[in-house]
């Protein structure tokens, strides 16, 4: 069956589905369109720094994304998604481990492995029996930092989508077909943008501002394998950041948006891949975020600090053979629930201790609170409730959003009014999730040290922005 095709019926599913344009977690749904598949393949893919609203599917005006546009016909997508950090280690770590940064404690460019007691994704399903590999992009996702537990092959290296994703075949031609978990992790979205100019589609050809040619010349010193020049090029990129106009900022986004289509051309090479392998057809496969990236919505770029377009991202979950109509779900989800959702799919218990939740059944609360970090340093504690939002940073007074009024967050409330009637419970409940994480983390243990980091992943992270 070719994945471009959905299914038109769901008598191979043995299931009955009412396709809502947008879900009501209010309405219930006639029946479970997601009976739990023990012994299904597991792919699960993190595209580092993809922020929801660039994808067509959540509604963006550019064709960044047909690849996810088609897969989404077919899939669960999930409209509000919170990351639980602006920051690419504990963001993937809570992925993993179904809990909160405060709890599992690993922070980027920190060689702390994970707290021993907490056991991530891999290393249940490898308990499992099965076969767990992952591919991942370096930078903050090593074994340094833990990731490579539960993972009977962990290939770690910062490299172009499409040389991984040969890495990738070639695990997979000489996989057995056996239950296996698959992760892919890709940082080809991240700064520096570099779109390749077949997938350079949305800068403006006339544009001869600061920008003008870098991701060219970059692109070719990194094909030469000048990874230790990585740090001086991104330099060289963000040179003049400062200064740069609205019309810089255009072009940055029109890289970054090329670097998207770039991504999800290597998407539609791995689902083709899988539809060959003949996994297709009995594998979960999931597709989401670390964090997004800011384009001086707030005064800064890249991802220093939790404002929405930092901590929204997309969330995608194709079945095994997909759903004959694409579902839309708009109630609250976190990062957290990633794991125990995909416990859930393979028809296995639930992890003890877990602050996320399975996503199904589909009979999530139509209300929830939401927890994230972040910022240079964890100094950010976001709360979300409601379609309010709570932003308390380390020794400075918070800051308080109504984001159904207010999306773009450009009014703090309290601004208006210091103790509006929204502050004291959020704060409570970030003072309840504070001394919840504590608890938890002293029964799961503190991190242990891990190996130092090398002088080339320390100019990897340099280069990326994470050690300056």
Request: charged share 25%.
């Amino acid at each position: 069956m070719a994945w471009r095709n959905p299914l038109t019926t769901l008598a191979v599913l043995g299931l009955t589905l009412v396709a809502l344009p947008a879900c009501d977690p209010a309405r219930p749904l006639a029946a479970d369109p997601l009976a739990a598949r023990p012994g299904a393949h597991l792919v699960l893919v993190s595209v580092d720094t993809l922020r929801a609203d660039h994808l067509g599917c959540y509604g963006y005006e550019r064709d960044t994304s047909p690849t996810l546009d088609r897969l989404a016909q077919q899939a669960l997508l999930f409209e509000d998604v919170t990351a639980t950090s602006s920051s690419t280690a504990p963001s993937h770590m809570s992925m993993f481990s179904g809990v909160l940064p405060r709890v599992h404690g690993i922070k980027n460019a920190v060689t702390h492995n994970q707290a021993p007691r907490v056991r991530l994704l891999a290393e249940i399903l490898r308990e499992q029996g099965y076969r767990t590999a992952a591919f991942a992009d370096g930078g903050l996702v090593t074994a340094a930092a833990g990731f490579d537990r539960g993972f009977a092959q962990f290939d770690s290296r910062y490299e172009f989508f499409d040389d991984k994703l040969d890495r990738v075949q070639a695990w997979l031609d000489a996989a057995p077909d056996e239950p296996s978990f698959l992760f892919v992790h890709t940082y080809g979205v991240h700064a520096p943008y570099i779109p390749t100019r077949a997938h350079d589609l949305f800068t403006d050809a006339q544009y001869s501002g600061r920008l003008a040619g870098r991701e060219y010349v970059l692109e070719t010193r990194l094909r030469e394998g000048r990874f230790k020049s990585l740090a001086r090029l991104m330099d060289a990129f963000w040179e003049g950041r400062s200064r740069l106009d609205q019309a810089d900022i255009q072009q940055l986004v029109g890289l970054y948006d090329g670097a998207i289509h770039r991504v999800d051309a290597g998407l539609g090479r791995l689902i083709e891949m899988l539809e060959r392998k003949g996994w297709l057809d009995d594998a979960w496969l999931v597709i989401t975020s670390d964090h997004g990236e800011a384009f001086r919505e707030h005064g800064t770029f890249e991802h220093r600090r939790v404002m929405q377009e930092e901590l929204a991202v997309p969330l995608l979950v194709r079945p095994p053979g997909g759903l004959p109509e694409g579902l839309r779900l708009s109630w609250p989800v976190t990062q957290l629930d990633l794991t125990p959702t995909c416990l859930a799919a393979l028809g296995l218990p639930p992890e003890p201790g877990l602050q996320g939740r399975a996503l199904w059944p589909l009979d999530a609360p139509t209300q929830r609170t939401r927890y994230a970090s972040g910022g240079d340093g964890m100094v950010f504690d976001v709360v979300l409730e409601q379609g309010k939002k709570f932003i308390l940073r380390r020794g400075e007074p918070g800051a308080l959003y109504d984001l159904t009024a207010d999306p773009g967050e450009q009014t703090d409330l309290l601004s208006v009014d210091p103790a509006p009637p929204w502050r004291a419970l959020l704060e409570r409940r970030l003072a309840g999730a504070i001394e919840a994480s504590a608890a938890l983390r002293v029964h799961f243990g503190d991190p242990q040290q891990g190996d130092a980091i090398s002088d080339e992943q320390r100019s990897i992270l340099e280069a990326l922005g994470y050690l300056r």
